[in-house]
C-alpha cells in the first residue's frame, strides 16, 4: 500500500517567569502542595487577572523566532469546559487572535519547512494527582504560563518528528524562556496523526495523542500510532475521530475521550483583560535584541571554524556551549581541539550534560588556557584531562593547579635516569626479551614509565635513557 | 423561532454543569420562547462585517491594557483558601477519582 | 433628635464639638436596628458586636483630638456579593452559603481606611440576578416605607438598610439598575458611577462589561463623600478601571455650592438638562408620573434648562441587556462547580456528580434559567449576541450626540413605585420592564443617579439623572437640586456649614 502519514503538532512550552501569567503568585515547582496560591489562580469569586508583562516579551520573542507574522493589535478569549483542574470553569487563551501567525521552521536533515500556524499566550491549568480512590488537586501549576505552539499538518514521519522537537527546543533554548524539559512537563506535545492510503484515497481520522513525555516517547507513539492506523486501512475497520493517551510502560495509545462528546466551548473575547496592542517600537526593540538564532549560528560555525556538522550541531545546541565554545577559542585558536574536548572530556565530567554549560565554574579564559599548555607542547592530554578533572570543579587557573600539584613535565635527564632504573629493577624479567625483541621492551618500559608519573615524563628523553640503561645492561650481562 | 426538544434542551442543560428534570426543562421551553421575543427585536440590527469592527467595539471605554511587572506577590490568606475546599487531604483538594 | 437626617460631615461636627459622643450614635443605629430588622430584613449577616467596640475607639481618639478621617463617623452596609474578609460572601445563594471570604474587596477597603464601620452584609438577589429580593435564597427584603411592599432589588437590602437608617450608607452593586431601582422604590439615593471608575476586585461579578460597585445614601452630599473614597486607587487590581487623577467630589460640590451663592446665582443655573422623549413613552404610574413633574420643576426652579431630545435605540436596549448578561453570567457563574470552594452535594459518585449535583443544590431557579438561556445564545443565537454588541455601540452614540446639546439627562428610574411581594414576580417579562429605564445608561457605561422626588407622604419616586463619562461632579450638583426644595430635606440642608 502507498500510505503517507500526516502529522500536525500541538506544543505547550512553560515559561520560566518570576510569577504566573495572571496573578504575582510565584511560578516554581513546590514540594508543597498549594503553596503558591492565590484567588486569581484558585479562580476565586471576586478576583481579576492582570496579564504579565514578561509573559508577553516571551512571547513575542518566540515568535519572532519562529518567523511568525506578529499580530499588534491583540486581545484574549474565554474558552468554557467544566474540570476540576480548570479553576474558573474558563481558561483564558488566545482562541481568535493568536499573538504570531504563519511562521515557519526549517528542517535541515529533512530539508523541508514545517509550517508554524499560531503561536498563542495562555494559563496552565492546575494539576491532578490520581490516586486509588481520589483525584488530589494542587493548584500550584494553575495560572503558569504557556505558550502554545501549533504547526501545520507538514510533518510525515517520525525522523521529522524528532528533528522538528529537536530543533524547536534548539531554537527556543536561545531566548532563556523556559527550561524546555519534556520529562518535567515544562516542554509538552500532542501529535495529531491520521494516515491516507494512496492508492484507494481514503483516511483514517485525525487521531490527537497526548500525555507522552519524552522525544523517544513521541517517537515512539507516532509509530505505534501509525502502525495501528495503517492496521485499520488495511482491515477496513471504522475509527472514529479520538483523543488517545500514551502509556509509557505498555508502549501502546488508549482511547481518552471520544471527540463527539465534547461540549461546546462557547468562546468569547475576555472582558477583563483590555486589548493587547503592541507599538511598532516595541516590535522592532524585540527583533533586534534576538540573539543568533542556532542554524544561524551552524553555518557560521561550519565555515568560520571550518568543523564537521556532527561537531557543530552539538556546539549550537544551547547559547551557553556555543558562547563558551567561542570564548575559548578566542584565548586559545585550536577550534577542532576545543570542540573535541568539549564533546568528549568536558561533558563526561558534567552530570547535566550540556545544559551544565549556564553554571559552569570553570571558565573559557581558563580553559583555553588549558587548550594553549596542550597545543604548545608543554603538557601531554593525559595531564591535560588530569587538571580538567580538578578545574571543572574549582575554576582555578590550569597553570596554578599544574604548579601545585606536580604535574609539571620531567624532563631533567637524571631524574628520568633513576626513574628508569627502578622500573627496570622492579620489572627484570621483561629484561629476558631484550635480545630478541628490543622494540618491544622499550616499549614496555615506555609504558610504565608514564603510568608510573602520570604521563609527564618527556616521551623523547624517557625512551633515550630507557635505551641508555638497557644497553648498560646488555653490556654489563656481556662483560659477566 | 421553533421550540426547541427537551433533548435539546437537556443538552444545553449539560452545557450548563446543570442536570434538569423533565418538569424543569419543560418550564425551558417556554422561557426560551419568551427569549425568542427579545431576540426577535434585535432582528433589524445590522451585524459588523469584519472581526475587527466586532472588536472595536467590545470595551467600554478605549483603553488598552496594563501590564502587571514580574515581580512575587505573596497571599497572606493561603490556609484560608486551602480550608474553604469542600474536601481536602492534607493540603491537597479532593475530587472523586477522574479517568485521565 | 433624629441623626439620620444629617450628613456625615455634620455628625462629623456634632462629634468634634462633643454634642453627641459615637458610641451613643452607634447606640442609635443598633436599636433601631433591633426594632426594625426582623420586619425589614435587609441583613445576611450583621456584625453588631463589633461596631461598639470601634465606637469607644473612636470616642477615645476624639478625646485626643485627633483629625477624622473621611468617613468616621459612618455606619455602613456592603451588599452580600462584595468581599468584606473574614465574613460570609454568600450572594445570596445556597451555593456560597458558608464562603468565608478571604479577602476585603478594594471598596471596602478604601472605606475602612477612611473610618468607615461595617454593620454587616445586605440582602439580594441571588448573583445579583433579579429585581425584587425575592430570589434571595435566604429571605426576602420588605420596603422600610411600607411593610408590605418589597424594596425592589437586585440591592434591595441595602436601599432597605439606608431607608431605614441603618447606617449612613451601603456600598450596593449596580449592572442594569441594581442599586437606582431599589434606591428609587424605597426613597433613597442611589448612584451607579461610570463604568472603569470603581475597582471590580471583590465583586463576585456576573456581568463583567457592565458590573459597577456603587452607592445608596440619603443626601447628595455623603454620596459624594463616599465617591471620593472608593474611586479606584492607582494601585488598584482591577486592571479594567480608566486610569485617572482621583476626584474631590465632596469639596468639588462645596465649590459650587460656595460659587455660585457668592455669585447670587441658583444652584443649577448654566446647566442644561435633556429630556429623552423615548423614556417617557413607557406607560408610568400616575404618581411617578406626578413626581416626575415635580422633579423637572425643582430642577427648573433651581435655574436649570430643560430640552426635549431624543434617544433613538432605547427601545433595542432591554434586549441587549438580556442577551449580553446571560451570555457573560454563564462565562462567570462556571467556576461554582463544587470543587475548591464553595457548596458540595453531600452525595456524589463521579466528578460529573460533583458538578451537576453541587450546582443543582447551589443555584436558585432564576439563576439556572439565566445560565441555560445563556448557553442557549451561546450555541444557537450567536448573531444576536454581536447585535446585542451593536446596540451597545449605537446606545453610546445616541447618548453622546444627547451630551452636546445637554449636561444631563433626566428620565425616570422605574415606571411604577414599590409592589406587593408575587405581584410581579410570576412574569419574567413583567420583571424585566423594572429595568427598561436604567438599562439604558447600564449599556453605556455612562453614570447614573436616581434621586427621590415627589411627596414624601406616597410611595417613593426616584428621578433618574444620567451623566457623561466621568461627569461625577456634574450628576452630584443635579443630584443635590432635585433632592433640595423638597419637601423630605431640611431647608438647612441646602448650606453645607
Known amino acids: ?480 | 423561532m421553533e421550540r426547541l426538544k427537551i433533548d435539546e434542551i437537556k443538552k444545553l442543560s449539560r452545557q450548563s454543569g446543570l442536570r434538569l428534570k423533565d418538569k424543569e426543562a419543560v418550564k425551558l421551553q417556554e422561557d426560551l420562547e419568551e427569549l425568542s421575543c427579545y431576540l426577535s427585536k434585535l432582528e433589524d440590527i445590522a451585524v459588523p462585517e469584519t472581526y475587527e469592527a466586532i472588536e472595536e467595539g467590545y470595551w467600554m471605554h478605549k483603553n488598552k491594557t496594563p501590564l502587571r511587572k514580574d515581580r512575587v506577590e505573596d497571599f497572606d490568606q493561603k490556609e484560608r483558601l486551602r480550608r474553604n475546599a469542600p474536601k481536602r487531604n492534607q493540603n491537597y483538594v479532593t475530587v472523586p477519582k477522574v479517568m485521565d | 433628635m433624629d441623626n439620620q437626617r444629617l450628613t456625615i460631615q455634620q455628625i462629623q461636627k456634632k462629634l468634634i464639638d462633643k454634642k453627641l459622643s459615637a458610641e451613643e450614635l452607634f447606640k442609635e443605629t443598633l436599636d433601631k436596628i433591633k426594632e426594625k430588622e426582623h420586619k425589614i430584613r435587609a441583613f445576611i449577616s450583621l456584625t453588631e458586636e463589633e461596631v461598639l467596640t470601634k465606637g469607644r475607639a473612636l470616642d477615645r481618639k476624639l478625646q485626643k483630638g485627633a483629625s477624622l478621617g473621611n468617613l468616621e463617623g459612618a455606619l455602613y452596609s456592603v451588599k452580600d456579593n462584595i468581599m468584606v474578609k473574614n465574613l460570609k460572601c454568600t450572594c445570596a445563594s445556597e451555593m456560597l452559603k458558608n464562603f468565608i471570604a478571604p479577602y476585603d474587596g478594594e471598596s471596602v477597603a478604601e472605606v475602612n481606611n477612611a473610618g468607615g464601620i461595617s454593620l454587616g452584609k445586605t440582602n439580594m438577589d441571588e448573583f445579583a440576578m433579579g429585581s425584587t429580593t425575592e430570589h434571595s435564597a435566604f429571605k426576602v427584603t420588605r420596603n422600610p416605607r411600607d411593610y408590605r411592599r418589597l424594596a425592589g432589588g437586585s440591592s434591595g437590602g441595602s436601599a432597605a438598610a439606608v431607608a431605614a437608617g441603618f447606617g449612613q450608607f451601603s456600598l450596593g452593586t449596580d449592572t442594569g439598575g441594581s442599586i437606582r431601582q431599589p434606591a428609587a422604590l424605597s426613597g433613597v439615593l442611589g448612584i451607579k458611577p461610570t463604568y472603569g471608575l470603581v475597582s471590580r476586585m471583590g465583586l463576585v461579578s456576573f456581568a463583567p462589561s457592565m458590573d459597577q460597585i456603587g452607592i445608596l445614601a440619603n443626601n447628595a452630599w455623603d454620596m459624594a463623600r463616599v465617591l471620593e473614597t472608593i474611586q479606584g486607587p492607582a494601585s488598584s487590581k482591577d486592571y479594567t478601571l480608566v486610569r485617572r487623577k482621583p476626584v474631590a467630589y465632596h469639596r468639588r460640590l462645596e465649590s459650587i455650592v460656595e460659587d455660585q451663592e457668592s455669585k447670587k446665582e441658583k444652584l443649577l443655573k448654566g446647566i442644561t438638562i435633556g429630556i429623552p422623549g423615548e423614556f417617557f413613552e413607557i406607560p408610568l404610574e400616575k404618581d411617578v408620573e406626578k413626581a416626575l413633574n415635580q422633579g423637572m420643576e425643582r430642577l427648573k426652579d433651581h435655574g436649570a434648562i430643560l430640552i426635549s431630545l431624543s434617544i433613538p435605540h432605547f427601545h433595542y436596549s432591554l434586549s441587549a441587556y438580556h442577551v449580553l448578561t446571560m451570555v457573560e453570567a454563564v462565562s462567570n457563574l462556571a467556576r461554582f462547580d463544587g470543587v475548591a470552594y464553595g457548596n458540595r452535594a453531600s452525595k456524589y459518585e463521579s466528578i460529573i456528580d460533583v458538578v451537576e449535583k453541587s450546582r443543582g443544590q447551589g443555584f436558585g431557579d432564576e439563576v439556572k434559567r439565566r445560565l441555560i438561556l445563556g448557553n442557549y445564545i451561546l450555541s444557537k443565537e450567536k448573531v444576536s449576541l454581536a447585535r446585542a454588541k451593536r446596540v451597545q455601540e449605537l446606545l453610546k452614540r445616541d447618548f453622546q450626540k444627547a451630551f452636546q446639546q445637554a449636561d444631563l439627562l433626566f428620565t425616570p428610574t422605574t415606571h411604577v413605585t414599590a409592589f406587593k411581594p408575587g405581584k410581579r414576580s410570576n412574569s419574567p417579562v413583567d420583571m424585566q420592564l423594572l429595568d427598561q429605564l436604567t438599562v439604558p445608561a447600564s449599556l453605556a457605561g455612562l453614570p447614573a443617579v436616581s434621586v427621590p422626588c415627589g411627596n414624601p407622604e406616597n410611595l417613593p419616586v426616584g428621578g433618574q439623572l444620567i451623566g457623561n463619562y466621568f461627569d461625577e461632579p456634574v450628576l452630584l450638583r443635579g443630584a443635590l437640586g432635585i433632592e433640595t426644595l423638597s419637601e423630605t430635606m431640611d431647608p438647612e440642608q441646602i448650606k453645607v456649614r
Open chain 1, 1 to 480: 500500500m502507498n500510505f503517507q502519514t500526516v502529522i500536525g503538532l500541538e506544543i505547550h512550552v512553560e515559561l520560566n517567569t518570576k510569577t504566573k501569567i495572571f496573578c504575582g503568585c510565584k511560578n516554581e515547582a513546590s514540594r508543597e502542595p498549594n503553596e503558591n496560591i492565590c484567588p486569581t489562580c484558585m479562580g476565586y469569586p471576586g478576583s481579576l487577572p492582570r496579564l504579565n508583562q514578561k509573559v508577553v516579551d516571551y512571547a513575542l520573542k518566540a515568535a519572532m523566532g519562529l518567523n511568525c507574522e506578529i499580530q499588534r493589535s491583540t486581545h484574549m478569549d474565554r474558552k468554557h469546559y467544566f474540570y476540576p483542574d480548570l479553576p474558573k470553569g474558563y481558561q483564558i487563551t488566545q482562541a481568535a487572535k493568536p499573538l504570531g501567525i504563519n511562521g515557519q521552521l526549517y528542517l535541515e536533515k529533512a530539508k523541508k519547512t514545517v509550517r508554524i500556524q499560531r503561536i498563542h499566550m495562555e494559563e496552565d491549568t492546575a494539576k491532578m494527582m490520581h490516586r486509588k480512590e481520589s483525584t488530589e488537586i494542587d493548584y500550584n501549576r494553575s495560572g503558569v504560563p504557556l505558550i502554545e505552539i501549533v504547526t501545520a499538518p507538514d510533518i510525515s514521519n517520525e525522523k521529522e518528528l524528532l528533528e522538528f522537537l529537536e530543533e524547536l527546543k534548539n531554537l527556543l533554548s536561545f531566548f532563556e524562556i523556559s527550561d524546555l524539559k519534556m520529562e518535567e512537563g515544562s516542554l509538552r506535545c500532542d501529535l495529531n496523526i491520521n494516515v491516507v492510503d494512496q492508492d484507494r484515497d481514503i483516511k483514517t481520522p485525525v487521531m490527537e495523542v497526548k500525555n507522552l513525555n519524552s522525544f523517544k516517547g513521541a517517537v515512539k507513539a507516532c509509530l505505534y500510532e501509525q502502525r495501528r492506523l495503517l492496521e485499520t486501512l488495511e482491515t477496513g475497520c471504522e475509527l472514529t475521530k479520538e483523543t488517545r493517551g500514551w502509556d509509557q510502560k505498555k508502549e501502546e495509545t488508549k482511547t481518552l475521550r471520544k471527540k463527539e462528546d465534547s461540549l461546546e466551548y462557547q468562546y468569547f473575547i475576555e472582558p477583563e483583560i483590555l486589548p493587547l496592542q503592541l507599538s511598532e517600537g516595541k516590535v522592532r526593540n524585540t527583533a533586534s535584541r534576538i540573539p543568533e538564532l542556532p542554524q544561524k549560528k551552524r553555518s557560521r560555525f561550519k565555515e568560520q571554524y571550518d568543523l564537521p556538522d556532527y561537531d557543530v550541531r552539538i556546539l549550537t545546541k544551547n547559547p551557553y556551549v556555543a558562547d563558551f565554545f567561542e570564548q575559548t577559542v578566542l584565548v586559545c585558536y585550536a577550534p577542532k581541539r576545543i570542540s573535541n574536548w568539549i564533546m568528549t572530556q568536558l561533558l563526561s565530567e558534567m552530570p547535566r550534560g550540556l545544559e551544565g554549560f549556564k553554571e559552569l565554574p570553570l571558565k573559557p579564559k581558563d580553559f583555553g588556557k588549558l587548550m594553549a599548555l596542550m597545543e604548545g607542547g608543554k603538557i601531554p592530554k593525559k595531564v591535560g584531562e588530569k587538571i580538567l578533572k580538578e578545574i571543572i570543579i574549582t575554576g582555578e587557573n590550569p597553570k596554578r593547579v599544574l604548579e601545585n600539584r606536580n604535574l609539571g613535565p620531567i624532563t631533567d635527564e637524571q631524574e628520568i635516569r633513576e626513574i628508569v632504573k627502578e622500573l627496570i629493577n622492579k620489572h627484570r624479567k621483561a629484561l629476558q626479551d631484550y635480545q630478541k625483541k628490543p622494540g618491544k621492551t622499550i616499549n614496555f618500559f615506555m609504558g610504565k614509565g608514564m603510568e608510573r608519573t602520570g604521563g609527564r615524563l618527556d616521551p623523547c628523553k624517557l625512551r633515550e635513557a630507557i635505551k641508555q640503561e638497557l644497553l648498560l645492561i646488555n653490556q654489563q650481562k656481556k662483560e659477566e
